[in-house]
Protein backbone atom coordinates (compact mmCIF):
# COMPACT_ATOMS: atom_id res chain seq x y z
CA UNK A 1 0.00 0.00 0.00
CA UNK A 2 1.25 3.83 -0.96
CA UNK A 3 2.53 5.54 2.21
CA UNK A 4 0.85 8.61 3.22
CA UNK A 5 2.71 11.53 3.12
CA UNK A 6 2.22 14.81 5.85
CA UNK A 7 3.06 17.76 4.13
CA UNK A 8 2.63 21.10 6.86
CA UNK A 9 3.13 24.50 5.35
CA UNK A 10 4.09 27.01 8.21
CA UNK A 11 0.79 29.26 9.00
CA UNK A 12 2.94 31.56 11.74
CA UNK A 13 3.19 35.37 11.04
CA UNK A 14 6.47 35.63 9.96
CA UNK A 15 6.06 32.85 7.11
CA UNK A 16 2.53 34.78 6.45
CA UNK A 17 4.15 38.40 5.47
CA UNK A 18 6.52 36.33 3.05
CA UNK A 19 3.63 35.24 1.09
CA UNK A 20 2.47 31.52 2.27
CA UNK A 21 -0.73 32.34 1.25
CA UNK A 22 0.22 32.55 -2.65
CA UNK A 23 1.63 29.31 -1.64
CA UNK A 24 -0.97 27.29 -0.20
CA UNK A 25 -3.53 28.23 -2.54
CA UNK A 26 -0.92 26.63 -5.47
CA UNK A 27 -0.49 23.36 -3.63
CA UNK A 28 -4.25 23.01 -2.76
CA UNK A 29 -4.73 23.24 -6.32
CA UNK A 30 -1.63 21.15 -7.19
CA UNK A 31 -2.98 18.12 -4.79
CA UNK A 32 -6.41 18.89 -6.44
CA UNK A 33 -5.11 18.88 -10.01
CA UNK A 34 -2.92 15.81 -9.97
CA UNK A 35 -5.59 13.70 -7.70
CA UNK A 36 -3.28 13.51 -4.91
CA UNK A 37 -5.48 14.86 -2.14
CA UNK A 38 -6.29 11.30 -0.32
CA UNK A 39 -2.26 10.22 -0.73
CA UNK A 40 -0.89 13.79 0.82
CA UNK A 41 -2.09 15.43 3.86
CA UNK A 42 -1.87 18.82 3.40
CA UNK A 43 -2.19 20.92 6.45
CA UNK A 44 -0.79 24.42 8.38
CA UNK A 45 1.68 24.08 11.30
CA UNK A 46 2.69 26.32 13.70
CA UNK A 47 5.80 28.53 13.89
CA UNK A 48 8.70 26.35 12.68
CA UNK A 49 11.34 28.80 14.30
CA UNK A 50 12.76 29.12 11.52
CA UNK A 51 11.09 32.31 10.46
CA UNK A 52 14.04 34.08 8.82
CA UNK A 53 13.97 31.59 6.21
CA UNK A 54 10.10 31.37 5.62
CA UNK A 55 7.61 30.50 4.32
CA UNK A 56 8.56 27.14 5.33
CA UNK A 57 7.00 23.59 4.25
CA UNK A 58 7.71 20.15 6.19
CA UNK A 59 7.06 17.34 3.68
CA UNK A 60 7.44 14.42 6.20
CA UNK A 61 10.38 14.70 8.37
CA UNK A 62 11.87 16.89 5.71
CA UNK A 63 12.10 20.73 5.90
CA UNK A 64 12.18 23.18 2.67
CA UNK A 65 12.78 26.47 3.06
CA UNK A 66 11.97 29.47 1.31
CA UNK A 67 9.27 28.23 -0.67
CA UNK A 68 8.19 30.89 -2.74
CA UNK A 69 5.33 31.03 -5.11
CA UNK A 70 7.93 30.55 -7.83
CA UNK A 71 9.54 27.27 -6.71
CA UNK A 72 6.64 25.61 -5.14
CA UNK A 73 5.91 23.88 -8.34
CA UNK A 74 9.64 22.74 -8.74
CA UNK A 75 9.22 21.23 -4.90
CA UNK A 76 6.16 19.64 -5.45
CA UNK A 77 7.34 18.34 -8.91
CA UNK A 78 10.73 16.77 -7.22
CA UNK A 79 8.87 15.35 -4.28
CA UNK A 80 5.66 14.02 -5.81
CA UNK A 81 6.07 13.93 -9.55
CA UNK A 82 6.61 10.41 -9.30
CA UNK A 83 3.85 9.58 -7.20
CA UNK A 84 1.15 11.04 -9.18
S1 LIG B 1 6.48 31.95 11.24
FE1 LIG B 1 7.04 30.32 9.95
S2 LIG B 1 8.80 29.53 10.91
FE2 LIG B 1 8.16 31.08 12.22
Redesign the pocket.
Known amino acids: MAQRIEMQI???????SRG?RDVVAFIREYLKRNHLEDRIIFKGAR?????S????LRINDKIIEEVTLSKIEGILEKEFGNIK
Open positions: CLGSSCFNCMDLCKGPN
